[in-house]
Structure formats: structure tokens, C-alpha cells
């Protein structure tokens, strides 16, 4: 599809035979997980989403979590929210620690790009970040219902992981860092180019804010 937008016509199986021929394949690689303190600390919301990811129009149903990356022992921590509507990251921060200012600056900044949010759904597992006041209030002051997963079931948030698996293959695994902020630097970097350049099939062939533009 890509090769189609830019002119070029050629049929999926000619790639494949291609690509087998210069020994090029996908790479895959075992995943590290974070794992929140899934203890109550506060409330847990009910699972709203119910595996329900599908939606016709953006700022409907967000989605957020936690992910790691360790390099050179030094560990960073991406918290994103993404749209499931068109799997555009709507905002996120790296942090060097899974604090909750890290959480809430995701959201402030997500609030500030989208205020209208009334009848929004925030999906989430049942991290202790999510389960706390002041991060429920918020979603409360601008009128967001609040969505959890079940405990321990992580396909409930499957198209959050989905996004921390593609970023970490494409991303993370394919060289060897220097520094923890020489990844920090080019993950800022691939997060504009994943909402504004990578295409998806789903989205016919378009990246997450050319599909967002055209539809609106």
C-alpha cells in the first residue's frame, strides 16, 4: 500500500517474492513487561470497554498504560494515551520513574489537545496510577467515564499492547543504544512519525492523523 500511494503498482505476493529473494523478513523479539502494583489503592471502575475497541469518530475511547525499556540498566518509562479510533497517540510522557506526576502530565496534556471530553471512555487496567483520587477526579471534572480491565487479563487493553509491541519492534530492538537517552530521543521521533507517517491497513492505507483529516 505504501509503494501504491506512491505511484508504484505491484501486487502484495511480487513483494513477498521479493522480499524473500533479498533475504529481508519482520523481526520479532521477547517482550519486557512493567508491571504496576495491582493492589486497591482506591476505586476500580468497571470494564466499560468490554473488549469494544471499534469506534466512528475520534475522542470516544481512549486507552492508556505503562511501559518499560531497560538500557544499560537505566530504565525509562513511556505513558501513552491512544486513540482507538485511529490508534494515534494523543499524548504521552517518559519518565525515569513510574510516579503518578508522570500519569497525570499524560492526561493534562491530553485534556489540553482535546477539552471537549464529556462521554469520553479512559480505559485502563487496574494500576495503582489509575486507581488513585486525584487521577479519578480529573477524569470526573471533564466528564470521562472511567473503563478497567479485569485483573491479570491483559488482552482487555490488547490494542494498547499492540502499540508498546510494534514501537519495541520497530523501535527498540532493531540496534544497539548508547544511552538511555539517546532511545529516549528517538522515541520522541518515531512517536510522530508512527501518528503522522507510518500507515496502517486498517486505515486504508493512511497514517492515524491523515485518516483523523480525512474523515473529519
Not at 502484495?12 to 517482550?31: A, C, E, I, P, S
Not at 475511547?61 to 537505566?74: F, M
Request: glycine share 6%; proline share 3%; charged share 25%.
Amino acid at each position: 500500500m505504501e509503494l501504491h500511494s506512491e505511484g508504484i503498482r505491484i501486487n502484495h505476493k511480487t513483494v513477498q517474492k521479493l522480499m524473500k529473494g533479498m533475504g529481508l523478513r519482520g523481526t520479532t523479539q521477547k517482550k519486557r513487561h512493567y508491571y504496576s502494583f495491582h493492589g486497591r489503592v482506591g476505586e476500580v471502575a468497571p470494564n466499560v470497554i468490554d473488549r469494544k475497541f471499534k469506534t466512528d469518530a475520534p475522542c470516544r475511547k481512549w486507552t492508556t498504560d505503562v511501559t518499560q525499556v531497560c538500557i544499560h540498566n537505566r530504565i525509562t518509562y513511556l505513558s501513552p494515551i491512544l486513540d482507538m479510533y485511529n490508534g494515534e497517540i494523543v499524548s504521552y510522557t517518559i519518565s525515569r520513574s513510574p510516579n503518578l506526576e508522570m500519569v497525570m502530565n499524560m492526561l493534562n496534556k491530553g485534556l489540553k489537545k482535546h477539552p471537549d471530553t464529556n462521554g469520553l471512555i479512559m480505559h485502563s487496567d487496574q494500576g495503582w496510577h489509575y486507581q488513585h483520587p486525584l487521577y479519578q477526579k480529573m477524569l470526573k471534572d471533564h466528564g470521562i467515564i472511567q473503563s478497567m480491565s479485569r485483573k491479570g487479563t491483559c488482552l482487555d487493553n490488547a490494542i494498547m499492547e499492540n502499540f508498546f509491541g510494534i514501537m519495541k519492534n520497530e523501535l527498540l530492538y532493531l540496534r544497539k543504544w548508547d544511552s538511555i537517552e539517546q532511545f529516549e530521543r528517538a522515541l520522541r521521533a518515531y512517536i510522530r512519525y508512527y501518528n503522522n507517517e507510518r500507515i496502517k491497513l486498517r486505515l486504508n492505507g493512511m497514517s492515524p492523523v491523515q485518516y483523523r483529516a480525512q474523515h473529519q
